[in-house]
């Protein structure tokens, strides 16, 4: 047999281990059901104990004796049953708790490279396993192994018995099966609309004031509510035939049971056995169906959870598999390296970016100039690791950038888009990048823009609330939070998306000290901007033009060759 070399290769995802490392957890559950299930045995030896000793003896001792010791065993099993349920719950909040942070940064990860609806779903997933070990269906699942055994015991009994609980048996299972494909396709159909409605819903909630101002709160109602209306369609559809096939399965039920008690009757009477047999066998068979009959049931619970598992692994197998790519150890000293970097709208297929090439060194500054859709914003965010080249390489130390988060959580990179998200709450969690384990850091970068005093002046300094996304702010204070956020650290490179857009003159001249400052600090700046009035203090400067670099060189011939306006000949 051969094996594939790769597949071989990758480690175990974070959930097999986790699952790996329950196995004893689950090993326990499963004598605690095989405890439960013996118990179970108690009340069908009762019957056959009260036909043979008390009913021949008539002797009310015993069946005084007897009653007290299936009543404890019936007691005994119930508490089996108790813990056994206990215990996978506990196992589920286990996994919870060593999994949510890992999930959570593989999905951000996951969503910010290739796709953030998967990302959501497999979120999503975690909290569909541990609903499941919540679930009656997952004690049902220790409980199958034992259908067998019940069957067994009816054929010790007699053939004919065993015969009719096997047929039975397969009747249902074969029903449950039923289930499963009938429901299959129009359940996946609901969880995908159901899913993009949601996530539409999303969505307008977070434009809803450019939504209800343009009066397009009803066209966005529509939208999420036709995905929501398809998924409920599917999920009827889904139900009626679940329905249907439950149905059907109770009157199987019902049909064994009044088969097992005459066929049980018809040998009492024809081999003069003991009665106790007719109730036996019905308890028997009803032990043996009711894990296959619950099966049809929990079908849908059970096939739930391993689609979320398998979702869940194959996305953090796709996150590792991109960690591993890249294990190159970072020299910043060899500062940022871009070579021939394209990009490609995937959308449709339009080249942004071709054959951009620079370099910088740690000290540097340069300013990307060049007319609006240039491309400006799009190599900034190829710089920034925001999203990947789709062709050539950028380099930060001689690593891919969009590699630079595997590398230990340590920032290399700050970045401030041209649409400030200020995620956090406090002045202090938004600089320190919700890290907010030091707090001298966050000082230290309010200082270097020079924001530190305005922010102590505040009433609750950097305790002052911003609103969500920093909404209580103003743009130019965005901007300048923002700012500080992205050189919190210190990084070797810093990305400024036109930071001066909403700065007045004072405003301005902070950002441009921070600059000279940063420079001073060995970071490297990439500035892109309208306004000509930064040339000044950058050392370099590249011109954009439809996606290439036109020029680029030392800030002095650039301006000199390519920006001074053309001398006025005289009239
Ligand atoms: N995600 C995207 N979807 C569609 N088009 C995009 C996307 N990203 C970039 N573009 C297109 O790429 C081109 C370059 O855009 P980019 O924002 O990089 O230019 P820019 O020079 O920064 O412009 P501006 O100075 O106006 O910000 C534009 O034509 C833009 O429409």
Not at 179 to 195: D, K
Not at 347 to 375: E, F, K, T, W, Y
Request: charged content about 15%.
């Amino acid at each position: 047999m051969t094996t594939n070399p790769k597949r071989a290769e990758q480690p175990p995802t974070h959930l097999a281990t986790a699952i790996r490392a329950s196995a004893g957890a689950f090993c326990l559950v499963f004598l605690y059901s095989c405890g439960y299930n013996l118990f179970l045995l108690a009340p069908s030896i009762y019957l056959l104990q009260i036909y043979d000793r008390v009913l021949s003896s008539r002797s009310l001792d015993t069946l005084i004796m007897l009653t007290l010791i299936i009543a404890a065993a019936v007691v005994v099993g119930s508490l089996l049953d108790i813990v056994r349920r206990a215990a996978l719950s506990r196992i589920g909040s286990w996994l919870d708790h060593r999994l949510r942070p890992v999930v959570l940064t593989a999905c951000f990860e996951y969503g910010a490279r290739t796709d953030a609806g998967l990302a959501n779903e497999g979120y999503r997933d975690l909290s569909t396993l541990r609903q499941f070990l919540d679930s009656p269906a997952a004690s049902l699942l220790f409980d199958i192994p034992w259908a067998p055994v019940f069957l067994l015991l009816l054929f010790l009994v007699d053939p004919v018995l065993g015969t009719i609980g096997l047929v039975s048996a397969i009747a249902l299972l074969l029903l449950a099966v039923l289930t499963e494909f009938s429901t299959r396709q129009p359940l996946a159909q609901a969880n995908a609309t159901l899913a993009r409605s949601q996530m539409r819903f999303a969505n307008a909630l977070r434009y809803i004031q450019v939504i209800r101002a343009m009066n397009m709160q009803n066209g966005a109602a529509q939208l999420v509510y036709r995905d929501a209306e398809t998924a409920r369609h599917a999920q009827d559809d889904a139900m009626h035939r679940s329905e249907i096939v439950l149905g059907l399965s109770k009157s199987v039920r019902m049909l064994a049971q009044i088969l097992m008690m005459g066929a049980a009757t018809w040998l009492v009477l024809e081999e003069s056995g003991n009665p106790g047999i007719i109730f036996v066998s019905s308890l028997l068979l009803g032990r043996g169906l009711a894990p296959v009959e619950g099966a049809i049931g929990a079908w849908r619970a059970v096939a739930f959870a391993c689609t979320a598992f398998n979702r869940l692994n194959r996305l953090l197998i796709a996150v590792a598999s991109q960690a591993n790519r890249r294990t190159v150890p970072m020299h910043e000293a060899s500062g940022l390296l871009l070579d021939g970097v394209g990009y490609v709208l995937a959308s449709d297929n339009r080249q942004i970016l071709s054959g951009v090439s620079m370099r910088l060194v740690p000290g540097d500054c340069v300013a990307l100039i060049g007319p609006s859709g240039s491309g400006k914003s799009t190599l900034g965010r190829i710089i920034a690791g925001v999203q990947p080249a789709t062709s050539g390489c950028a380099l930060l130390g001689g690593v891919d950038i969009s590699a630079l988060p595997f590398f230990g959580g340590t920032r290399h990179v700050g970045y401030l888009p041209q649409d400030i998200e200020l995620i956090g709450g406090a002045i202090k969690d938004v600089i320190g990048r919700l890290d907010g384990t030091d707090f001298g850091k966050v000082v230290q970068a309010a200082k270097l823009v020079g924001l530190h005093e305005s922010i102590i002046r505040l009433p609750r300094g950097y305790d002052t609330d911003v609103g969500d996304g920093g909404a209580l702010l103003l743009r130019a204070e965005r901007q300048q939070l923002g700012l500080a956020r992205a050189v919190y650290g210190n990084p070797a490179l810093v990305v400024l998306d036109d930071p001066n857009s909403s700065l007045d003159y004072e405003g301005e001249r902070r950002l441009f000290t921070a600059i000279a400052r940063m420079r001073s600090l060995r970071m490297m700046v990439v500035v892109i901007t309208h306004r000509m009035g930064i040339l000044p203090i950058t050392n370099k400067i590249a011109i954009m033009r439809n996606g290439t670099i036109e020029a680029f060189g030392d800030s002095d011939h650039i301006f000199d060759t390519y920006l001074q306006p053309p001398a006025r000949t005289g009239s």
